[in-house]
């Protein structure tokens, strides 16, 4: 086997994060276009329906006091619920519609178009911004797909856990506070690391959908058949990205929603501040994984020609040719 092919092997969780910078830089042109056309407009986007969502539901909430036995008459415990009839939920509901078919569609399309430059660009092929997003028009259908099957595989795995922990209170007795507690605590780590797992195998679905003519429950097969062997490295990939999206996310929740103790210039500042982060990590994310794939396609040995695209015959024009030849990265002409 090929030296550079078995060095390659070996690239390690810091390498992938060196090449995908280096590669931002060399290519910083049609990255910039990228991300100012669609990553960018896209993240301002999900910070805005957040604010309109909770503005929204809250205008549709009723406040309703209960009195808990025991508790004196004049401290009710209070509590909000919507309005389910009104036409605030209403349009809070038409709202968040919109807002995740919109979400999802420039999802979709930014990530296509990152994925496939970024291969076009290890691949020595010809990179422009038009020619990346027109990788949208032939790929839209499968990132829906993924989408439902995910849904699918989400749920399902949520009623698998639901029965597991009704037939584990019907059918076992209590023990000692400190034994449930253990117990409980077990099944919650287990349930996260289902969680986790699930979503370490859909950050590669879309690009998988991307280069190869793949789609829904397939294209998570294939997902997890390249990961064998590099299971810690995605797992560091993920938490890495989509796990401080999720802090970025939660910070921005507390700050405009959940009202810190701010300012009014202190929260646009930290707003914009959440703003470029999520940007950012969006681009670099999608970068590093389709980098990722390429070298799980080499310890694969998966070194077959797969063909190219987008034209009018319904393929990606992206030559996964031999993986030896595509890393480590090497700067190339950018057009």
């Known amino acids: 086997m090929d030296a550079k092919q078995e060095e390659m092997k070996l690239l390690c969780f810091f390498d992938i994060y060196r090449e995908s910078y280096k590669m931002i830089l060399w290519w910083r042109k049609i990255f910039s276009q990228i991300t100012l056309t669609l990553i960018l407009p896209m993240c301002f986007f999900f910070f ?3 604010l309109v969502s909770e503005s929204l539901y809250e205008s549709s909430t009723v406040r309703t006091d209960i009195i808990i036995d025991g508790a004196d008459h004049n401290d009710p415990f209070s509590y909000v619920v919507p309005n389910l009839s009104s036409s605030e939920f209403k349009t809070y509901l038409l709202f968040k519609a919109g807002s995740i078919i919109y979400l999802l569609a420039v999802s979709s399309l930014s990530t296509s178009t990152v994925v496939y430059a ?7 092929s010809k990179a422009t911004f ?6 949208f028009r032939r790929v839209w259908k499968r990132h829906l797909f993924n989408f439902l099957c995910s849904c699918i595989a989400y749920l399902a795995y949520h009623v698998i856990v639901m029965i597991a922990i009704i037939g584990y209170a019907i059918l076992v007795k209590p023990g000692s506070a400190l034994i449930d507690v253990v117990v409980n605590g077990a099944l919650l780590v287990l349930y996260l690391m289902g969680l986790v797992y699930m979503g370490i195998v859909w950050q590669l679905t879309d690009v998988v959908s991307v280069l190869e003519n793949v789609r829904g429950f397939r294209a998570m097969k294939k997902s997890r058949e390249l990961m064998k062997g590099k299971m810690w490295m995605a797992t560091l990939i993920y938490f890495s990205f989509d796990f401080t999206v999720y802090i970025v996310e939660f910070v921005f929740r507390n700050i405009f ?6 300012g009014k210039m202190e929260k646009i500042g930290y707003g914009i501040i959440c703003l470029l982060l999520s940007t950012v990590l969006c681009l670099f994310g999608l970068v590093c994984d389709t980098i990722f794939y390429f070298i799980c396609k080499s310890c694969q040995n998966e070194t077959t020609e797969m063909s190219a695209a987008l034209s009018d015959d319904d393929q990606l024009e992206v030559y996964l040719i031999a993986v030896e030849d595509q890393l480590p990265l090497k700067a ?3 057009v």
């Open 118 to 124: 970024t291969a076009c660009i290890l691949t020595g």
């Open 130 to 135: 038009s020619k990346a997003t027109s990788a």
């Open 257 to 262: 929603v959940q009202e810190w103790n701010f």
């Open 48 to 50: 805005v329906q957040i």
């Open 332 to 334: 190339h002409e950018e």
